[in-house]
């Protein structure tokens, strides 16, 4: 994507756009990129810059962003209300990759983390506890309460904090459904982030304790795991298994490693009509130096991949790639067909508010979140991504299967490996997932409302104040300190960590 064009008043983010952004508020009669508003636009809405008949192709970011529903004059609002997308259900895709100018590698920094015996490296050495099936929910987080009172940041300092991870699933459930639930839980519980894990069951559900740990597949001897039914007091049990677990983290010592071996998480949430023009390429620039340094980000929400997808398709490494690719978004529109529901409903109300008119328009804006970095790996929901020293490895971008709900889809990435959840807003949240999730605004505006949600904000990059190269130099350094545990995020120091596991089939 070319700089951005600015304007006092109004962003044209591609030299081919035919409409622009209002960086402020505007009224009818003002003047912005050489044509006169002929309607007040809010902020974050797109202005006409050239006449459209009904039917012609929008164009934002330098792509069709849908079509123009009625004929629309130089200076007019362009949203619902002339605006609608261009998507309908799967699509055919033939192998045409590009050579993008992709970054050269920079200088590799270094940052303090926790190796662990599988190579994967982490940014936090907590204690989790998680549970196989709701039922043991309110149990989970007593024992993770007492746990951190005593060894955590506030008790002894020997642990980063202990967490527990509440959710409904576990029992109930077939198929695929128990599956996930058993897999996505087997995956967090191999996270480097953990530095050991307390399994929780109840003893009747599906989600059977025995085969959950087998799923886990963790060997260094810190996972601890019991089945509230079999044992007199469930809480003082945990407990003391957690405790023995503690000890064995008690030597854990950061080291200096290499930027390449942070893996990466990257999510949007609650976007505006700025955030494909600040936070997400702010993103995208972080991304880019990830692949340079030769390691791994993570990019998901497929359903907003929906008319961005060709863009991501071209950047595949080999045809191999591009194929488990056009099979992943394919799915994705296919399950939403399989429901009769229509693959183009998003954005949603908040998006729409913001500025958002279509899915080609938001998915064109999210897509920013992973840069120009080759896509080199493609993995289902409940997967875990590679990462550098495994076999097969090649830097650049994993495309990870999950929805675009912000709880799923950031769990998601949390069980793929991402050590760090970067995670964009145009609207602000204050959710937090179990990976410190790194929130950053798209304008000054969010971040002075919500200071104690927000981490970083790309709004320089709306006033000037900053280019896109300079504020990527800034939030590396800013990420670099909180991976190495010289800084907390606002989730961790509000204490919101919330697992959310996506549910599609029968609950019996």
């Known amino acids: 994507m070319p700089d951005v064009l600015t304007a006092p008043r109004a962003l044209r983010i591609h ?18 990129l050489g044509v006169t508003l002929r309607a007040d636009v809010p902020a974050g809405h797109k202005i006409a810059l050239v006449p459209h008949a009904e039917g012609d192709a929008v164009v934002k970011y330098g792509f069709p962003i849908g079509r123009a529903t009625e004929a629309i004059a130089p200076g007019e609002w362009v949203h619902s209300h002339n605006l609608a997308t261009r998507l309908s259900g799967e699509d055919e895709y033939s192998y045409d990759p590009v050579d993008t100018d992709r970054p050269a590698a920079r200088d590799v920094p270094t940052w303090a983390g926790y190796r662990r015996p599988d190579g994967r490296v982490g940014t936090r050495n907590e204690l989790w506890v998680l549970n196989t099936v709701g039922c043991v929910n309110r149990a989970a987080e007593r024992i993770a309460r ?39 839980l087997a995956r967090l519980a191999a996270h480097p982030n953990a530095g050991g894990v307390l399994v929780l069951g109840l003893g009747c559900e599906n989600n059977q304790l025995d085969a959950f740990l087998q799923e886990a597949d963790r060997t260094d001897g810190r996972v601890r795991g019991f089945a509230a039914q079999h044992v007199l ?21 950061r080291e200096t490693v290499s930027a390449a071996d942070l893996v990466l998480g990257f999510k949007c ?49 080999d045809r191999g790639v591009f194929e488990r690719t056009v099979d992943l ?21 908040g998006n729409k508010d913001g500025g958002l008119t279509t899915l080609e328009e938001k998915s064109l804006g999210a897509i920013q979140k992973g840069g120009r970095a080759p896509v080199a790996e493609v993995v289902r929901y409940t997967g875990r991504a590679s990462v550098p020293g495994h076999d ?15 709880g799923v889809s950031s769990t998601a990435l949390t069980a793929a490996g991402a050590a760090l959840v970067l995670f964009t ?7 937090g997932f179990p990976a410190p999730t790194v929130k950053i605004a798209t304008n000054d505006a969010v971040a002075a409302r919500k200071p104690h949600w927000i981490d970083f904000s790309a709004g320089p990059l709306l006033t000037g104040e900053a280019d896109l190269d300079g504020l990527a130099d800034r939030f590396v350094a800013d990420l670099l300190a909180i991976a190495s545990g010289r800084r907390r995020t606002r989730n961790e ?14 609950t019996l």
């Open 329 to 349: 978004v394919n799915d994705f529109k296919r399950y939403f067909l399989d429901h009769n529901q229509p693959v183009y409903e998003n954005p949603s109300p």
């Open 425 to 431: 807003t145009g609207r602000g949240t204050p959710l």
């Open 146 to 184: 007492a746990v951190d009172a005593r060894f955590g940041p506030e008790g002894e300092g020997v642990i980063d904090g202990a967490h527990a991870f509440a959710h409904p699933y576990g029992c109930s459930q077939l198929g695929d459904d128990l599956g996930h639930t058993r897999q996505l």
């Open 392 to 406: 097969g490895f090649r830097p650049g971008l994993a495309l990870l299967e999950s929805p675009g709900n912000d």
């Open 493 to 506: 120091t509000n204490d919101y960590r919330e697992i959310a596991i996506w549910k599609a089939g029968v």
């Open 233 to 253: 007091d469930e809480v003082e049990e945990g407990t003391t298994l957690a405790e023995e677990i503690v000890g064995l983290m008690r030597s854990d010592q």
């Open 269 to 317: 949430g609650g976007s505006d009509g700025f955030s494909g023009v600040t936070a997400n390429p702010l993103v995208g620039r972080v991304a880019d130096r990830v692949a340079a340094w030769g390691g791994r980000g993570i990019l998901t929400e497929v359903p907003e991949m929906f008319g961005a997808e060709r863009v991501l398709m071209q950047r595949a490494t």
């Open 15 to 32: 030299e081919t756009d035919t409409v622009a952004v209002a960086v402020e508020a505007l009224e009818a009669g003002a003047e912005v």
